[in-house]
């Protein structure tokens, strides 16, 4: 999903789900990258971002692995069962 798109800036987030049982199949990072392709070849955005649950591992080596690095921690940003968890900010530069 790539959302809250800013022209001016040249960025865009993006979210990425997979149904439970098409996990750990190793979908997922050539599909970010072909869509990192065609942010920057096509639309020439600039930066992509990913915001992540802290406690969210698999995606977090995700991302790194397809090309994102770590890049802030937003503080009690996602609210859980128990109170609230931090959310990591996850930047590609293209």
């Keep these: 999903d790539l959302f809250n798109y800013e022209p001016r800036h040249d960025r865009i987030e993006?979210?990425?789900?997979?149904?439970?049982?098409?996990?750990?199949?190793?979908?997922?990072?050539?599909?970010v990258q072909r869509c990192l392709a065609y942010l920057r070849e096509v639309l020439h955005i600039r930066s992509v971002y990913c915001v992540v649950s802290e406690s969210n591992t698999a995606s977090k080596q995700m991302l790194l692995k397809a090309g994102f690095v770590q890049s802030?921690?937003?503080?009690?940003?996602?609210?859980?069962a128990d109170g609230y968890e931090s959310a990591v900010v996850y930047q590609c530069l293209l």
């Design 14 to 31: 993006m979210g990425v789900a997979l149904v439970t049982e098409m996990r750990g199949k190793g979908l997922s990072v050539p599909v």
């Design 72 to 80: 802030g921690v937003l503080q009690d940003w996602c609210r859980v």
